[in-house]
């Protein structure tokens, strides 16, 4: 099996975790680092995809900014999306070679993996067709959208463990009008993060076929700041 880094970036914001990806995917384009995957809680902040409309953010400018909260418009597919504590993100950073170049056949296996990785908390999660994610009795509690860098995978997906549901009234999320779930609201218990993080790394290792090496924040970026070998 082939190897990937698991990282646990901790709580991190948003703009440092996407300048990290898009570090990671040159290095990855270059060979200089294996498949890796970054597993994120970020302060509030909403993204904006490439399909996304600005009016599905609800809230005016200045109500987010009195909040703290920031907007990114990003390259990955999809609409608008909230991200913020007591959410899992993950970003995959992975050669899309070995998927035979394939993505949605990428999308389809991440629902695999969090409907997998769902199913050991009792959870029976579902795809809907059209609509990226996970879904629980017609609420989303998994967002799924990504964006492909010369062969390499970047953003990725956002799974509700036990985040503040009422955040998502800032925004029609993904632009479909439709609820929002969590772990902790359909187990009616507090869920950390420190549960969901390794359940979930298990359940993407072994959907991708992969042994999932744990790798420090700190040596990735010395990595990264490392100069590349001489061809």
């Not at 082939?2 to 990671?24: E, H, I, K, N, T």
């Not at 035979?100 to 067709?129: F, H, M, N, P, Q």
């Not at 992969?210 to 700041?225: H, I, M, Q, Y």
Request: proline content about 6%; glycine content about 10%.
């Amino acid at each position: 099996m082939r190897s990937a880094w698991f990282v646990d970036c901790g709580r991190m914001p948003y703009g440092r975790a996407w300048a990290l990806q898009r570090g990671l995917v040159a290095a990855r384009q270059a060979e200089r680092i294996p498949d890796t995957v970054l597993l994120v809680e970020h302060p509030p902040v909403i993204t904006v995809g490439r399909a996304g409309r600005t009016v599905n953010i609800l809230a005016p400018r200045e109500a987010l900014d009195a909040r703290g909260v920031e907007v990114y418009e990003v390259e990955r597919g999809g609409d608008v999306t909230y991200h913020g504590p007591g959410q899992l993100v993950g970003y995959p950073i992975l050669d899309l070679r070995a998927l035979d170049e394939d993505v949605v056949r990428y999308v389809r296996l991440l629902e695999t993996a969090l409907i997998d990785a769902l199913r050991g908390w009792g959870i029976e999660a579902e795809r809907v067709r059209g609509y990226p994610g996970a879904w629980v009795a017609g609420g989303k509690i998994a967002a799924i959208g990504v964006a492909v860098k010369r062969k390499v995978t970047m953003h990725g997906f956002a799974l509700n463990v036990d985040p503040d549901l009422s955040h998502f009234e800032l925004i029609n999320p993904c632009g479909l009008g439709k609820p929002v779930t969590s772990i902790a609201r359909l187990l009616g218990r507090l869920v950390s993060l420190e549960e969901a993080r390794p359940a979930v790394s298990r359940a993407l290792a072994a959907t991708f076929q992969v042994t999932a090496d744990a790798v420090a924040l700190s040596a990735l970026e010395a990595r990264l700041d490392a100069p590349a070998a001489p061809a």
